[in-house]
C-alpha cells in the first residue's frame, strides 16, 4: 500500500513518481514537490511559515 508523502517545505502531497528525494549524508531522507522548495530549505535555509505559497504557513 502507498502511503502519499509531504514536502519537507511546503506541505504539499507529492504523488507516487514525482518529486525530488534528497538523501543526507547521514541517511535521512527529505522528499520535495520541486526544486524550488528544495533550494529555499537546503541552500538558502528559509523558513516556510513565512511563504504565502507554502502551505505550511497556515493554520490547520
Known sequence: ???PKRCS???KEIRLGLGIL???NDGSTRPY???KCKI???KLGRDPRKFKWARRNRAQ
Open 22 to 24: 534528497f538523501v543526507r
Open 40 to 42: 529555499n530549505d537546503t
Open 9 to 11: 517545505f511546503c506541505g
Open 33 to 35: 514537490c520541486s526544486s
Open 1 to 3: 500500500m502507498y502511503i
